[in-house]
């Protein structure tokens, strides 16, 4: 069964001047925080463009929408499956964080469906590989420290929004686990724009995608913002500027 991924489709009021654009949000995010609250979608509908804005399994108003699993590759059908029921040809793809894991997955194995692709806080490993489920757990459960600097710093995000549904987290986050990234097992075809602030320390890896993008002939461009880390890079003007830019090239 194909995932019933919620979708808002926000249609453009102005002249159209591009395809359509999937966003894909981050962990413990949501369309609406991820890319509504940092006026991306105002800024793109503004500028011509159509915006499909969805909630990964797990996140957003209804996390539990979704029985079955939430591996990436069921994600990546989703996604596929809203893009091919609108019928407009490719689209372009913007992804942050685990967005920007599941947005370089879903343009490789779609080159069909995408157009472009832009990475926001990017690296060439797995963003959750390294949380702790059990530490986690157990913290929630019954307040037990945590002993894992980065699960310990994953679970500061996660509850730093009081709408996120924890559990549905670790839901998300063991089924993540349960298909590895390795970015150099498929890689995109299609023009691609990496972002990261150069203070993001999830984004050091950065280069090495980018040699996987140029090794296979894949056109791509960096864009490193001065001054900005993993948490507030999405906000950044120049970031919407340079990947409205990029997409109309």
Known sequence: MTLDLNLRVVRTNAEVS?????????FASS????????????????AGRSVLLIDLPGHGEDPRRNEGSWA????????????????????DVIGYS?????????AAFNP?????????????????????????????????PINDDYTATIMTIAQAEPSNDIPA?????????SEPYDPAAKIPSVPTLLVAGDQDDLATTLPRLRRLLKDAGTRNEV????????????TSREFKEKALAFLAS
């Open 18 to 26: 591009g395809p359509s654009v999937l966003f894909i949000h981050g």
């Open 31 to 46: 369309g609406e925080l991820n890319w509504e609250r940092s006026r991306w979608l105002k800024y793109f509908t503004d």
């Open 72 to 91: 990436p590759s069921q994600i990546r059908q989703a996604l596929a499956a809203i893009v091919m029921e609108f019928d407009e040809g490719p689209v």
């Open 98 to 106: 685990l967005g920007s894991r599941l947005a370089w997955e879903f």
């Open 112 to 144: 069909d469906l995408v157009e472009h692709l832009v990475m926001g806080g990017p690296g060439a490993g797995d963003p959750l590989a390294s949380f702790d489920l059990v530490q986690g757990r157990a913290h929630v459960a019954a307040g037990e």
């Open 169 to 177: 987290l670790f839901e998300l986050i063991e089924a993540i686990k």
């Open 223 to 234: 864009l490193w913002l001065a001054g900005r880390n993993h948490a507030n890079a999405v």
